[in-house]
C-alpha cells in the first residue's frame, strides 16, 4: 500500500475527512464535460484594433504578416571593416601573415543613411547594425585588425587586417530571420513579451485583439471579517476575495471591483442585478452547497440559464455556471479556498482565455515523480496542490497539504507551487511513480 503523507511528506492524524454525500437528484459530472458545457456557451468578447503598447498580454484576434523582413537589410553583425572577401582571397580564412592593407574610404554607423564607394583594395569603417555597404560582401571585427596607431585599434587612413574572414562572415542577411508578408503571429496568440517585440521590429504598431474580460468578485459568508478586524467565536479572516484578485492578475486582469457579502440571498440577487450590465464575467465564493444558508446557489436557482452541478473533481465539486439575464457569465465557485482555487484554475482560465480567443486554454502537464505516495480519490479527479522541486532537470512533487483533508487548507495550499493532477480512474498515487502536474506559483 502507498505511503501516506501529510503536508511535510510526514504521516499525520486524519484531519477532519472530505464530505462525500451525494444530494439526491443532482448528477455529478466529469470536469471535461462541465469545462466544454462553459466553453460551448460563454460569448467571445469583440475585437478592437489596439496599439502595441497597450496591447501586453492580449489575445490576438487575426494573423499578423510582417510588413517588412527582419533584417531590414543586409547589415554588420560587428564594429569593424566592410570589405570585399575577394581583398583578402590570397590566403585561406584564417592568420594573414603578412596582414593585407586596406584603404578606409569612410565610414558606416548604425541609423547612417550612407552606401559609400568600396573600390578593390578598400574598407569602410562599420558598426553594429550599419547597413552594409553594396559593394561590400564581408565585415572583419576591428579586433582582427590593426590601425596606424598605437593604442587606437581604429585605422585612420588605411588598416591592417590580421585574420581572413568566410566571405559573408559578420554580415546579418536581409530577411534571414523573417521573410517580408510572412505570417508572424496567429489569431490565438497571446501576446507576451517577445511576440510583442517580434511584431514591432517587423515594423507592425497596432494589432487586432480581443478584449480583457471586465470581472467582478463576490465573497459571500457571514463569518467573514475584513483584514485587522477583531475575530470573535465563528468569525474568520476573508481570504477568498484576495485570492481570486491575485489569480485574475496573474491572468493580466484587474478585477472591476472586489466586494464580500453576508450570506443575505436578497442582497445577492440585488448584487448580481447591479454588476450584471456592467461586467463580462462575474466570479463568486461560497454558498453553493445544500445548507440552508447556502444563498449562492438559491439566489441562482431563478436563473434559468445558469446550472448548478457536481463535478467529479476532489476539491471542487458543488459549482454554478452559466448565463445571467442581466448578461454576465456567472461562476459561483465553492466556498472553501482551495476549492475555489482549483476550480478558478480547472474552469475560469480556460474559460476567461476562451473569451479572448485564445487556442491554448489549459497550462501545459509536465510529468514530476512524486516523492512520497498519497491516496487518491476513488471516481474523481484528484487535484492535489504540491511542491514542487528539480533534482538532475527533473520535476520532483510532494504534497503540500495532507490529501485527506484538502479543500479547507488554505495554509498549506499558500506553499504549493503546483497541483498534481491524478485521473478519477487512476487511484493510489505509490513513491516514486509519474504524475501529472501543471505548475501555479508564479
Ligand atoms: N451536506 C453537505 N455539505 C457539504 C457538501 C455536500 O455535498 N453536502 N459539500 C461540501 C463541499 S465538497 C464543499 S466544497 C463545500 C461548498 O461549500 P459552499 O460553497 O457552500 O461554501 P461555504 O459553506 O460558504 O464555505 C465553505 C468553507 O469555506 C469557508 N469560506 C467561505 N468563503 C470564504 C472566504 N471568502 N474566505 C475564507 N474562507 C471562506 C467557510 O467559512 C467554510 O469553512 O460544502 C461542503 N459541505
Ligand atoms: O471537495 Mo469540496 O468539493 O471540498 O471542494
Known amino acids: 500500500m502507498a505511503e501516506t503523507a501529510g503536508p511535510a511528506g510526514e504521516p499525520t492524524a486524519a484531519p477532519a475527512a472530505e464530505p462525500t454525500a451525494e444530494p439526491a437528484g443532482e448528477r455529478t459530472i466529469a470536469p471535461d ?13 469583440a475585437p478592437a484594433e489596439v496599439p502595441l503598447r497597450d496591447a501586453h498580454g492580449l489575445i ?13 537589410w543586409d547589415n554588420s553583425a560587428m564594429d569593424g571593416y566592410a570589405v570585399r572577401a575577394a581583398d583578402l582571397a590570397a590566403a585561406a580564412p584564417g592568420v594573414l601573415d603578412p596582414p593585407v592593407s586596406l584603404r578606409v574610404v569612410g565610414e558606416v554607423a548604425a541609423g547612417s543613411p550612407d552606401d ?13 547594425g550599419a547597413p552594409i555597404p553594396s ?35 559578420n554580415v546579418r542577411v536581409r530577411g534571414e530571420d523573417v521573410a517580408a508578408n510572412s505570417i508572424l503571429a496567429r489569431a490565438g496568440d497571446p501576446l507576451g513579451a517577445r511576440r510583442l517585440a517580434a511584431l514591432a521590429a517587423a515594423g507592425v504598431s497596432s494589432a487586432r485583439v480581443r478584449a480583457r474580460p471586465r470581472v467582478a468578485v463576490i465573497a459571500t459568508g457571514s463569518e467573514l471579517r475584513g483584514p485587522g478586524e477583531p475575530l470573535t467565536r465563528g468569525q474568520i479572516p476573508e481570504s477568498n476575495s484576495l485570492l481570486l484578485a491575485a489569480l485574475l492578475a496573474e491572468h493580466g486582469i484587474v478585477a472591476e471591483s472586489v466586494t464580500v457579502s453576508a450570506d443575505d440571498a436578497a442582497a445577492f440577487r440585488a ?22 444558508h447556502d444563498i449562492a446557489r438559491i439566489a441562482l436557482e431563478s436563473e434559468p440559464d445558469v446550472r448548478a452541478v457536481r463535478v467529479a473533481v476532489r476539491p471542487g465539486q458543488p459549482q454554478c455556471a452559466g448565463a445571467l439575464r442581466g448578461g454576465a457569465w456567472i461562476f459561483a465557485l465553492p466556498g472553501n479556498p482551495v476549492s475555489a482555487a482549483v476550480s478558478f484554475e480547472l474552469f475560469v482560465v480556460p474559460a476567461l482565455r476562451h473569451v479572448q480567443g485564445a487556442h491554448e486554454l489549459e ?21 492535489l496542490p504540491v511542491r514542487i522541486a528539480t533534482e538532475a532537470g527533473q520535476l520532483r512533487c510532494r504534497p503540500a497539504v495532507d490529501p485527506r483533508g484538502v479543500s479547507h487548507a488554505v495554509g498549506g495550499h499558500g506553499g504549493a507551487d503546483g497541483y498534481a493532477l491524478v485521473g478519477a480512474e487512476r487511484g493510489d498515487v505509490a513513491p516514486g511513480e509519474r504524475v501529472d502536474v501543471i505548475l501555479v506559483g508564479t
Open 33 to 45: 464535460q462541465h469545462l466544454a458545457w462553459i466553453l460551448a456557451r460563454i460569448p467571445r468578447l
Open 363 to 383: 497550462r501545459p502537464r509536465l510529468a514530476a515523480t512524486a516523492e512520497l505516495g498519497w491516496r487518491g480519490v476513488a471516481g474523481r479527479l484528484q487535484v
Open 135 to 169: 559593394a561590400a560582401d564581408t565585415v572583419v571585427p576591428v579586433e582582427h585588425t590593426r590601425g596606424e596607431e598605437p593604442g587606437d585599434p581604429w585605422g585612420r587612413d588605411t588598416v591592417e587586417i590580421l585574420r581572413a574572414p568566410v566571405r559573408g562572415a
Open 60 to 72: 490576438l484576434a487575426a494573423d499578423v504578416a510582417a510588413p517588412h523582413a527582419l533584417p531590414l
Open 116 to 128: 559609400p564607394e568600396l573600390p578593390p583594395g578598400t574598407a569602410v569603417r562599420i558598426m553594429t
Open 271 to 292: 448584487r448580481l442585478a447591479a454588476l450584471a450590465p456592467t461586467v463580462d464575467v462575474i466570479i463568486t465564493t461560497g454558498g453553493v452547497g445544500p445548507g440552508r
